[in-house]
Structures are given as structure tokens and as C-alpha cells.
């Protein structure tokens, strides 16, 4: 270990380290910047480290975010030459708190930030993103118990093993590194325990115990991209036993994703409010053929064939069910049609949408439960 580093006598480098210094006045890769050039302090014999962050402006980190610029650039364009087999969806999401990933990570300061170790800058790894959507998708949709989706066997159920994966087999959903470069700043925030002894087992809680303030680095971005791909020939079948569209789960997946980062934030401190993204917009999407091909499987149809295929491809996304409860509940009972009251019925019931009191949903829903059930019993008298 060298303490010699020239006009920087208080920071401790290995040796090497310390010789690249010597020649090298400035470092650009946050790495280096945030892992190893920290203030160094002496309390009763103790060396402290980073007791004086000092954050990074977004003018002095120029370098690394022109790096970044291009890599992500560079991966977009790869990922878009693999489209012939491959659904491609790159959003753009607006950052609306501090960030911090990586927190517990081992750092010489105790407080880590997780920063990618080829370009420099700060990161969200995919396994990450991937975890606070499928987080999201367990908590909205099956109660937050892990064990509902890895049991049941509705459509839902079926759809989320297929994208996130089990532990035998991997999912069709890909996500990507998300690479933190626009507006970029590293901010220095604090934590201020006021019961440090307390919670440490040495002394009851009490108004004499001094607080201890605490920094970490923090992340602030103007906005971020996120890409996701999914293979366009394992998601066939998928569709085709679920009875949807490639467009209608693109849809339900870009709110999956608005939702995830909207409402519970990625990384660390999340309780507190950090980590939250806004305003998720799709940039750009593999251009989906399917819609013509079923339009030109509707003309082909008369309007009852027409009105039973619409209802087989409903979905469990909030778009499809208020479309069954308007457009294709009122063409249900117009022609009276009892094949289509009977999926109808069967759609609702999977979705703990029918009954036939108002008990338990509301009286509207209740109402249109009654009149469907009255057009299946007409049918059978």
C-alpha cells in the first residue's frame, strides 16, 4: 500500500495504483472516483474513509457519459439486427427521485453504488429490472404470494411463467443493463440515526444518545432508456394457447413496466421514496404484422363468428375487461347470442368478475351478470 501519491498525501492507493497516478491527473471512471479516491481522516488512532464525500456534477462527468452515449447506441443497433426473430421494446422513463443501487455492496466507506465496470457510469443490472417488474406482477396480480403463481394454473399464471421464467426453466422476457448517463449526477445524501447505540445492542433508547449522520452517493438522472426482446418463435405458441395478440401483450407488458417502476422504484431505499421512474413512453417497437392478418380473418367471418373470436382473444388486461363489460356485453345481448353469453360468463368468472348479487362486486356488474345468465338459462329451457 503507497501513501505517496504526489500532491495527494491523504489518499491511500495500492502501489500500482499510486505509479498510474502519478502520471494521470485526472480520472474520469466513476470506479476509480467513487471506490478509491476518498478523503482519508484519523479519529482517536482510527483511520475513517469518506467522511467528506464531495458529488459529481453532470459538466465534470462529460467523458464517461459520451461513453455511455455510444454504448448504449451500440447495443440498440445490435439488438435491431436480430428483429427477424425477436420482438425489440425501448423505453424511455423520466427519473423522479434519487436512485441508489448497491448500497450494502462492500465499499470502503461502507455505502457502495453500483457502477458498471466497463463504461463508468452508474447501472441498474438487468437481473434487476427484471426482479421489480416480476416483483410487480406477483404483488398486483397474485396477492404477493410467490407460491400462487408457481401453482395456479389460470391464464395469468401461465402467461407469467412463460415471460419471468421458474426455477426449471427460463424465461421468454429478456431485459438489459440500464446504463444512467442523461443529466447525470452523483449526489451525496445522508442518513442520521438517532439511536445508534440502541439499535447496536449498547444502551437503551433515550434523549442523550447523540445522532450519527451517515453519507452515501446517490444517482440523479433526467431519464433513462429500458429495453426488453422477446423471441418471436417461442412467444408463438404462447399466444395461440392463450388466445391473444403479440400487440395486446406488448400492451400489458409496457404497463407491467410503468406500473413497476412508478409504484415500487428500483434499487435500495425505496420505502423511503428513491429509485422511482415516471412517464415510461415507448421510443421504439419491432413493427407487429399480426392485426392485418386478423382483420383479414374477421371479414372472412359472420358477425356471431366474428363476435365468438373476439371474445376468445380477450385478455386479462384492464383495457379487455372494461371491452367486455361495454362493447361485446352489449353485442352479447343485442343478438342474444348464447355461445357468446357462455364464454362471456366463463371470461368474467376466471377474473372474479361474475355474481349474481352485489354483494361481493358492483350492482352494474352484478345487473349484467343477471341479464347474461337469463339469456343461458332461455336457451336451455
Known amino acids: 500500500m503507497s501513501r505517496a501519491v504526489e500532491n495527494k498525501p491523504d489518499i491511500y492507493h495500492p502501489k500500482d495504483t499510486a505509479k498510474i497516478c502519478r ?17 482519508v481522516s484519523e479519529e482517536k488512532g482510527v ?46 422513463m423520466k427519473g423522479s427521485s434519487l436512485m441508489v443501487h448497491g448500497l450494502g455492496g462492500s465499499h470502503v466507506t461502507d455505502n457502495s453504488l453500483t457502477i458498471h465496470p466497463v463504461y463508468g457510469v452508474p447501472c ?15 404483488d398486483a396480480l397474485f396477492e404477493g404470494e410467490v407460491e400462487n403463481l408457481k401453482n395456479a394454473q389460470t391464464p395469468k399464471a401461465v402467461l407469467g411463467r412463460a415471460l419471468f421464467g421458474t426455477g426449471d426453466q427460463q424465461g421468454m422476457l429478456q ?6 448517463h442523461e443529466g447525470l449526477e452523483i449526489k451525496v445524501d445522508i442518513l442520521t440515526p438517532h439511536f445508534s447505540e440502541y439499535y447496536s ?13 451517515n453519507t452515501f452517493y446517490a444517482v440523479k438522472v433526467a431519464s433513462a432508456k429500458l429495453m426488453l426482446t ?57 413493427p407487429i404484422q ?35 363489460k361495454t362493447d361485446i356485453y352489449r353485442t352479447v345481448v343485442g343478438t342474444k ?29 352484478a345487473d349484467r351478470c343477471k341479464i347474461i345468465q337469463d339469456i343461458i338459462v332461455s336457451a336451455e329451457t
Open 201 to 213: 445492542g449498547k444502551n437503551s433508547p433515550n434523549d442523550t444518545l447523540s445522532p450519527v449522520p
Open 175 to 180: 431485459f438489459y443493463d440500464i446504463l444512467f
Open 124 to 138: 441498474l443490472p438487468a437481473s434487476s429490472v427484471k426482479g421489480v417488474v416480476r416483483r410487480w406482477f406477483v
Open 47 to 92: 483511520l475513517k474513509f469518506g467522511k467528506k464525500k464531495s458529488g459529481f456534477k453532470n459538466n465534470s462527468l462529460s467523458e464517461i457519459i459520451r461513453l455511455a452515449q455510444a454504448a448504449e447506441k451500440r447495443r440498440e443497433c445490435a439488438l435491431n439486427t436480430m428483429e427477424s426473430y425477436q420482438y425489440l421494446r425501448v423505453f424511455q
Open 230 to 286: 422477446l423471441h418471436k418463435h417461442k412467444l408463438a405458441d404462447l399466444l395461440v394457447k392463450l388466445s391473444i395478440t403479440a400487440t395486446q401483450l406488448m400492451t400489458m407488458l409496457e404497463s407491467w413496466v410503468s406500473a413497476a417502476f412508478r409504484e415500487l422504484g428500483a434499487g435500495g431505499k425505496t420505502s423511503s421514496g428513491y429509485g422511482r421512474f415516471t412517464k415510461l413512453q415507448e421510443v421504439y417497437g419491432t
Open 337 to 365: 347470442n348464447v355461445e357468446g353469453a357462455n364464454l362471456l360468463r366463463q371470461y368474467w368468472m376466471e377474473r372474479a368478475s361474475w355474481g349474481l348479487s352485489a354483494k361481493k362486486m358492483s350492482k352494474k356488474q
Open 23 to 39: 502520471n494521470h491527473s485526472k480520472a474520469d471512471h466513476l470506479w476509480y472516483l467513487l471506490h478509491y479516491q476518498q478523503d
Open 290 to 324: 399480426e392485426d392485418d392478418a386478423f382483420d383479414r380473418e374477421m371479414e372472412g367471418l359472420t358477425p356471431e363468428e366474428q363476435l365468438i373470436l373476439k371474445i376468445g382473444r380477450l385478455t386479462p388486461s384492464d383495457e379487455d375487461m372494461n371491452m367486455s
